[in-house]
């Protein structure tokens, strides 16, 4: 009885032994059984949409600008002297034509003017003679020459020119304005050396080639001059002006 007891002990020994090494390995990280190092789950990840664009509008820059009128009004001038585009007045149509005649005017914006005394201000009283612009002297106002009707005519020929009041010319009414006026334009010729040429070489249409009047100066060159009758006519004609450039212009 005494060798089972013996053997029984011995084994309960290996049985700790292995059960001592079999935890030793475990903590040791050992083994298939050892723990992987734990990782995070995977989080659902949410669906954004359809991406949309969102674009800033740019902000109105505050305008800087120079109004046009302004290169025409001189800085820190008088007030009564400045053009007609600097200012706004109150007119009266109800007042007598060719009278002196006050109104009350202000300077538009971006505009400085000074009094007699050199003090800056808005308002003021502008003094003028009642009439319209289209009543002023030809001096005062500056009109479109057309080239299109003849100077040199019976009788003189008219077209309707567009006018512009002077700037420093106060009136009535529009500033532009259409008018009437004589053909009075000039195409570069000469009424001397038309002249001079009808004398000397009036004889071969030198005269009537000048001129532009190709026509008659071919009929003088073949006729000599119409046998001297012609040349002394053409003399004639051109020098009190009755005859002048075929374009319609006046002598220079």
Not at 53 to 61: E, I, S, V
Not at 105 to 121: E, L, M
């Amino acid at each position: 009885m005494a060798v089972p007891v013996v053997q029984l002990r011995a084994l309960c020994r290996l049985c700790r032994v292995v059960l001592f090494l079999s935890q030793f390995y475990i903590l040791s990280g050992g083994g298939s059984f050892s723990e992987e190092p734990s990782q995070p789950l995977p989080q659902a990840i949410k669906d954004p949409g359809p991406t949309r664009t969102f674009t800033a509008a740019p902000r109105a820059a505050e305008s800087t600008d120079i109004p046009p009128y302004v290169m025409k009004c001189p800085s820190n001038g008088l007030c009564s002297r400045l053009p007609a585009d600097c200012i706004d007045c109150k007119t009266n149509f109800s007042c007598v034509y060719g009278k002196p005649v006050t109104f009350d005017c202000t300077v538009k914006p971006s505009v400085t003017c000074v009094d007699p005394d050199f003090k800056s201000q808005k308002s003021f009283v502008l003094n003028m003679t009642c009439r319209f612009c289209w009543q002023l002297p030809e001096a005062d106002y500056e009109c479109f020459s057309s080239s299109n009707c003849r100077a040199v005519s019976c009788p003189r020929q008219r077209y309707a020119a567009n006018c512009t009041v002077r700037d420093h010319i106060h009136c009535l009414g529009n500033r532009t304005f259409l008018k009437m006026l004589y053909c009075n334009w000039t195409g570069g010729y000469k009424w001397s050396t038309a002249l001079a040429l009808s004398i000397t070489l009036g004889g071969f249409g030198a005269d009537r080639f000048y001129l532009g009047q190709w026509r008659e100066g071919l009929g003088k060159l073949f006729s000599f001059g119409g046998l001297g009758i012609w040349t002394l006519i053409d003399v004639l004609l051109i020098g009190v002006g009755y005859v002048g450039p075929a374009d319609g212009s006046l002598y220079i």
